[in-house]
């Protein structure tokens, strides 16, 4: 098969299209003597007569119908062929999004549907220890944070996403686990898991500052959070915890109540202040109009259904 420069084409697309020389040369930038040697050319090439010239008009033959029917989107095919090869040899723009463990949910949700908006941006999800989350941001090893407050603001942007309600973990035979709402004052008494590692300030298992004070018992200490559901099914301590992320630990032999009293949790998204990154800002904007609104409503299921 003979090969055929994709200019020899284009050039007979406009002719036949103009059904005119002048035309046609005009529409391309071309001398007239030029657009008709150019497609003597791809007649030679074809082997056929392509267009009939006539005195006053230019019509394609049988021949020049058929390949100008093929060949009018062969520009836009080569131009697309082209953008996706650059597009392909480009590294994407990419943001690495933390967020600790707890939050794997709303993490998971955020990054998913941020790339269904623009998939041309590569959003990475990534899991650390809530205490490593504000350097990782200071030191632009990520780019994005999922964070719950109370956190060191030094060096960080933050916008509010939501605030939720506080549950207390109750195995299911315990007295209290049956009501659908408790106060601080119904729970004092009972033991609270602790953090090892002088970590009495983890929002997670204790109750937050404004209610630190309270007299609470000190129960076991973890150095993980896949002991809390175990400790709290053998009554052996009590686990606060915000509502969104309550279905991690509840459910066999535990169960979640709402703690009516009680302070609520508040996740932020946070990035390194100064940031000029308009694909950190975008994703920003993104996540703060898909889950502000859900967690206005201190709902469960409004927060998972808007992500």
């Known amino acids: 098969m003979a090969d055929v420069d994709l200019r020899l084409l284009r050039y007979f697309v406009a002719v036949a299209e103009e059904r005119n020389f002048t035309r046609a040369a005009e529409r391309l930038l071309m001398t007239q003597g ?18 009939v010239r006539g005195y006053r008009e230019i019509t394609p033959t049988e021949a020049g119908q058929v390949l100008l029917r093929q060949a009018r989107n062969l520009d836009e095919q080569a131009a697309e062929a082209i953008r996706l090869a650059r597009r392909a040899g480009t590294p994407r723009p990419r943001l690495r999004v933390i967020a600790p463990g707890c939050d794997v949910s709303v993490l998971e949700r955020l990054v998913t549907s941020y790339h269904q908006t623009d998939p041309e941006v ?10 490593e989350q504000g350097d990782q941001l200071r030191e632009g090893i990520a780019d994005v944070g999922l964070i719950r407050e109370p956190f060191d603001e030094r060096g960080l942007d933050s916008d509010e996403l939501f605030s939720e309600p506080r549950v207390v973990l109750l195995p299911d035979h315990h007295p209290l686990a049956a009501r659908s709402g408790l106060e601080l004052a119904q729970l004092r008494g009972l033991a609270v898991i602790r953090p ?5 300030d983890w929002f997670l298992l204790w109750p937050p500052e404004q209610v630190a004070s309270e ?23 009590i686990a606060f915890v915000p509502e969104s992320i309550s279905f991690a630990f509840a459910g066999n032999g535990v169960r979640a109540v709402r703690v009516l009293d009680c302070p609520p949790s508040t996740l932020r998204i946070a990035w390194r202040q100064g940031s000029t990154s308009p694909t950190v800002a975008a994703l920003v904007l993104h996540a703060t109009l898909n889950l502000s609104n859900a967690g206005e409503a201190n709902d469960l299921g409004a927060l998972h259904a808007a992500l």
Request: proline share 4%; net charge positive; hydrophobic share 45%.
């Open 34 to 51: 030029a657009l008709s040697r150019a497609v003597r050319s791809l007649e030679a090439v074809v082997g056929t007569p392509l267009l």
């Open 215 to 237: 007299r609470w018992s000190q129960g076991p200490i973890i150095s993980d959070s896949s002991q809390i559901r175990a400790l709290v099914r053998l009554n052996q301590a």
């Open 122 to 131: 590569s959003a990475e999800a990534l899991i650390v220890d809530q205490r």
């Open 196 to 200: 090892g590692g002088g970590r009495e």
